[in-house]
């Protein structure tokens, strides 16, 4: 007989069982680095990024059309736990040929917070939305023409695509000129209004989780708190987990778990990791566009005071 | 205790048994009575036995193979009927469910699922794309199929084979599952729709540039079914008749594609034809239950109450069984529809069988 790994219906650690957790964020707001830092305690294990919001999304839609059968019960109820036996499967395996023993299992993706899985535990990396917008169009520049092509809508990436070509051969265009990285109206809107809409999906779905009858528990964790204080912010989050911060091992430069890096080159995956680094790029008109779309999520993040930033 | 035990009281004990000593032929022509008198939340408790001591964990595990699980001492089996909209996967479903060791429902529409499984295993910077982890998700992809066709199937305990129907292309769903489709010309399949839609109160399922015409339609059709002309709804509409004779045809392409390789890797295929069905249904339906193993002797007998007669020996136009007739379309599509048709799934006519070439 095949057996799977048994499916656990129970989310926290015990014993026998590893708990659960997810990591969730916008992309280039420190969901490596967190990963990274929980990973540092001997009885976690994160990996990533498994994108499970795919399945979610199709289970969603599977149980929300009235007329189907699988809207229905008892096939609703059935598909959303074996939804949740597939990702502990998933999640498992990959955790435990990293760390054998590990009493939580992580998944870090880059993607919204959902409520997903009762029980289970959740951190959100939130980050400022104006150094995530520097941060990302670095990325897809790094990444280059077919990323950029595949992965941003066709109205927003012009801007991108005439950039990213010379990018490789002059990286180092943009500390000349820095005012062109974000020179394009589409462009500006359209990753303010990504960074809008996750952080409004997020702070609800926070919501959600935290229902008593959800049974979840969520932990905000900013960047710049961990830029400030990184090993304040990684025993936070340990003890979200209910673990002992004095078993884990501290930051270091080799396990990418300390604030910033050595590096500023920005062909690089880990390209600078700094707070406040979108005062060299946005420009007043830059800086108009963002605020048009994002600036009242910025204030309510906390990230400005008002629209005058 | 879950909520299927919450729900399983004396009563719907009672209405089980009575419902499963009942032969299918009986129990259809008692269904629209049932339907009028026990109210639809006891309903469906009787369509949902009880758990068993090992609750609903039967399906998630497999045995021999992916689409085969131990279910206490039985082992039961997983397969799929699959094929174009108004083309007999009902009539195939119904007959199906004759045997008393075969149980089919539908429509789970699975696609929706297994696009996503896709895309969480073959995007390459998703870690369920790497060797080892892709085959635990693709495992646990099928863990939910399987669990959602057996908690919808539990109402026949004799069933060994249990299915899914859905009107779709041949597509694996389960590894090595065995698979059913059925192909139906695309002029009768044209015809039927188009009815089809005139019968049904909701535009969910009409694309958005046809509802305009479907809406103006229909008044005209309730009021005087047997004499609405279909060709004043949209069979006359040139978009909509381009529109489904081409998802006909990338249904029939999507197949024909589909099938050389999942019979390279030992997926056992039956292709059956409704017009087949029509002329030679013994010999269709002894085929039918071959393919499955099972003995053609232990079924019913194909019958009208049961759905299961070619035709429906009259024509109903307010029903879901409104004709099923073979060649209709003869009588009914003018030359600019024929065209269209042409135009759109006139090679996949000629793949299918249905035409010697354009000249029809």
Known sequence: MHTLTEPTRTTSATATRPGYFFVRGHPRSGTNWVSNLLNLHPAVSCTGEFHFETIYNAVHRTKSIPWQITGREPIRTELEEAFGDMVRRCVSRACRDHKPDAAWHGDRTPSDLLCWMPGARYVWVLRDGRDVAVSWTFHQLRKGREVIEASIPADASGHLLRLCDGFAEDPERFVREPELLLGDEAWVRHVAGTWDRRYRSDTGAAREIERPEFDGEVLAVRYEDLHADTEAQRDRMLEFLGLDPAESEPPSAETFTRAGYDSTDPTKYRRQGEVGDWKKYFTDQARAWYHDVAGDSLVRAGYAKDEHW | MNALEHRDTQLTRLLRSAKNATPEGLRSMLRPVVRRVVPEDIRAS???????????????????????????????????????????????????????????????????????????????????????????????????????????????????????????????????????????????????????????????????????????????????????????????????????????????????????????????????????????????????????????????????????????????????????????????????????????????????????????
Not at chain 2, 160 to 178: C, E, K, Q, S, V
Request: aromatic share 10%.
């Open chain 2, 46 to 360: 009787v369509h949902e036995p009880p758990v068993g001591p090992e609750g609903l964990a039967a399906a998630d595990r497999w045995v021999d193979n992916h689409y085969t699980i131990r279910d206490g001492g039985t082992l039961r089996r997983f397969f799929f009927l699959c094929g174009c909209f108004k083309s007999g996967t009902n009539w195939v479903q119904n007959l199906i469910n004759l045997h008393p060791h075969a149980n089919v429902r539908g429509e789970f529409h699975f696609e929706v699922l297994r696009n996503a499984v896709d895309q969480l295993t073959n995007v390459y910077w998703f870690l369920g794309s790497k060797p080892r982890l892709r085959e635990v998700a693709l495992d646990g992809s099928e863990a939910m199929i399987r669990r959602m066709i057996y908690a919808s199937t539990r109402d026949k305990p004799g069933a060994t084979w249990l299915g899914d129907r859905t009107p779709n292309p041949l597509r694996t769903m389960i590894r090595g599952a065995p698979q059913i489709i059925i192909t139906r010309d695309v002029r009768d399949v044209l015809v039927s729709w188009s009815f089809h839609h005139m019968r049904v109160d909701t535009e969910m399922g009409i694309a958005v540039p046809f509802r305009e015409c479907w809406a103006e339609a229909r008044p005209r059709f309730l009021a005087d079914p047997d004499g609405f002309n279909p060709l004043d709804g949209l069979l006359g509409h040139e978009g909509w008749v381009r529109h489904h004779a081409g998802h006909w045809a990338q249904i029939c392409r999507a197949s024909r594609e589909a099938l050389p390789k999942l019979q390279e890797e030992g997926t056992p295929v039956l292709e059956l034809k409704y017009e087949q069905l029509h002329a030679d249904l013994d010999g269709e339906v002894e085929r039918l239950y071959r393919f499955l193993d099972l003995d053609p002797a232990l079924a019913e007998a194909p019958s009208e109450a049961t759905k299961t007669r070619p035709g429906f020996g009259r024509e109903d136009r307010k029903s879901f069984y409104r004709k099923g007739a073979v060649g209709e379309w003869e009588n009914v599509l003018p030359e600019n529809i024929r065209g269209i048709i042409k135009e759109c799934a006139g090679e996949e006519m000629i793949a299918a069988g249905y035409a010697q070439d354009l000249n029809w």
